[in-house]
């Protein structure tokens, strides 16, 4: 399994990522992981709603993040 961990500014692993093909296996060995609730809090909706929103209006400001990154690069 190649897992893949992704930290923060201050080196504290904060989430993992994982290939479909492994998302899959665990699923298949533990069935109700697809089960669990995941609910977001309310406030944390309400940050992202207003930030789709925002996107939404202003869509033709959108850059692929490799343009970012070739920023950071110069």
Do not use: C
């Not at 060995?29 to 789709?52: F, G």
Request: hydrophobic share 35%; proline share 4%; glycine share 2%.
């Amino acid at each position: 399994m190649s897992i893949q961990y992704l930290s923060n500014e201050d080196g504290q692993i904060t989430a993992v990522q994982l290939s479909i093909d492994d998302w899959e296996k665990i699923k298949n060995m533990y069935p109700e992981v697809e089960s669990i609730d995941i609910s977001l809090p309310e406030w944390h909706q309400e940050i992202l709603d207003s930030r789709l929103q925002s996107i939404a209006k202003n869509s033709s400001k959108i850059e692929p993040l490799s343009a970012l990154m070739n920023e950071f690069d110069q």
